[in-house]
C-alpha cells in the first residue's frame, strides 16, 4: 500500500512512506538514518516487502474460470517472525508460492539491512511494519465484509483495482496468467512438484554471485546470457521440469547454446540459439550445484565456450552436470 524513498534532511537522510489517505496521497517521516548507504538498502526491502504484500490481495484468482480471492494470512509475516516461516511452505498457486518466496527475501533482506542500525531504527521499522499490516486488514476488512475502518485522517487506504506500490514482472498480470497456465493441466501433485522447483531456480538465483543471469519465470529456467543476440557468442540455460506432463521440457537440464546469425552476410542481421549441447538429469540438483555453475559462469563467454567443447558422457569443466547430448560439432 505504501511506497518509499529517501530525502537528505539537516545531514541524515529521511526514510519516507508515501500512501493514498482518506484525502489524497500522504507523506510521514519512517525514520532518519545515517546516510544514503544505510537508506538504500532499506528502503529497497520496504517497497518490495510492500508490493509483495499488497499485490496478491489485489487481484483475483482466475484459475479454473472462476474468481476468487488469494490468501491474505500472509499479511501476518510483517509483524510475526513465526510467520516468515509459512511464506517457503504451501502449493496454493504457482505465481502465489512464488511471491511468497518474494516476500520472505524481502524481508529478510530488510532484517540485514537494518541489523546494524541503531535500536530507535529497529523500533521505527517494526512499527512502520506494524501500521502497514494494520491499515491493509482494515481495507480488506472493509471491502469483503462492510466493516468501516476506524475514524483517522492519517490512515493508509488500500485501493483494490489500483494499489499504491512500485511493480515489477513477477508481480505483473502477464506474469500471474502465465504461470496459472503452466499449472492448468497439472493436478495438485504437479503443482506441489512445481513450487518446489521454482523455489529451487529462485533461491540459486538469488544466492548467486552472477548478476547478469535472468529468471524466466514463466518458462521455468535461469539465463545467463552475456551479450544478449550478439553473433558468435554463448549463453547457458538452467530449466525445470514444466509441470504441464506433455511438455517436452520433462527433466532438468543445462543447456550451453550459441547465438548464429539468421543471414551470415548481414552485419547487424538477427540471430538465432543454436543448442550446442544439453546436461539432462532425471533428478533434481542440489541448490550448491546451481549456484556453483552460475558463479563459474557468471557471464564469461570464454568459460561457457570452453563448457560447449565439453565431450559428450564429461562434466562440464568444475561442475557435477555431465554432457548427456550433443547437437551440433
Known amino acids: 500500500m505504501t511506497i518509499y524513498s529517501q530525502h537528505p534532511s539537516r545531514g541524515k537522510v529521511q526514510i519516507l512512506a508515501t500512501y493514498q489517505g482518506p484525502s489524497g496521497v500522504l507523506s510521514a517521516t519512517v525514520t532518519s538514518v545515517e546516510n544514503q548507504a544505510v537508506a538504500g538498502p532499506i ?53 502465489y508460492q512464488h511471491v511468497m518466496l518474494r516476500l520472505a527475501n524481502a524481508l529478510k533482506d530488510l532484517d540485514e ?44 487506504v488500500w485501493d483494490n483495482d489500483a494499489p499504491f506500490v512500485t511493480s515489477e514482472e513477477a508481480l505483473s498480470d502477464a506474469t500471474r496468467h502465465r504461470l496459472d497456465e503452466q499449472e492448468d493441466e497439472g493436478d495438485a501433485a504437479d503443482r506441489r512438484r512445481a513450487v518446489a522447483d521454482l523455489q529451487l531456480l529462485y533461491d540459486a538465483y538469488v544466492k548467486s554471485t552472477n548478476t547478469g543471469a535472468r529468471l524466466e519465470l514463466g518458462e521455468f529456467l535461469v539465463e545467463d546470457d552475456p551479450w544478449g543476440d550478439e553473433r558468435d557468442n554463448f549463453f547457458l540455460d538452467i ?91
Not at 502497514?132 to 462492510?146: I, P, V
Not at 556453483?292 to 564469461?300: A, E, F, K, P, Q
Open 113 to 156: 539491512a537494518t541489523a546494524a542500525a541503531p535500536s530507535p531504527v529497529r523500533t521505527a521499522i517494526a512499527a512502520e511494519l506494524e501500521v502497514e499490516a494494520r491499515d491493509l486488514r482494515h481495507g480488506l476488512a472493509e471491502f469483503s465484509e462492510g466493516v468501516r475502518p476506524p475514524t483517522d485522517e492519517l490512515r493508509r
Open 43 to 95: 528502503v529497497d526491502a520496504l517497497n518490495r516487502v510492500s508490493a509483495y504484500t499488497t499485490v496478491p490481495v489485489s487481484v483475483q484468482d482466475e484459475r479454473d474460470d472462476r474468481y476468487r480471492r488469494y490468501p491474505t494470512d500472509h499479511i501476518d509475516a510483517l509483524v510475526d517472525p513465526e510467520a516468515r516461516l509459512a511464506l517457503r511452505v504451501g502449493a496454493h498457486s504457482l505465481w
Open 239 to 329: 530449466s525445470a521440469p514444466l509441470p504441464d506432463e506433455d511438455s517436452p521440457q520433462d527433466a532438468w537440464s543445462v543447456g550451453i547454446y550459441r547465438w548464429v546469425p539468421d543471414d551470415p552476410d548481414e552485419e547487424y542481421g538477427a540471430a538465432s540459439g543454436d543448442s550446442i549441447l544439453a546436461c539432462r538429469r532425471s533428478t533434481t540438483p542440489d541448490l550448491d550445484e546451481l549456484v556453483n555453475l552460475l558463479n563459474l559462469s557468471s557471464g564469461d563467454n570464454a568459460q561457457l565456450a570452453a563448457w560447449a567443447a565439453t565431450p559428450l558422457g564429461e562434466p562440464l569443466a568444475g561442475t557435477t552436470f555431465v554432457v548427456t547430448a550433443r547437437h551440433t560439432d
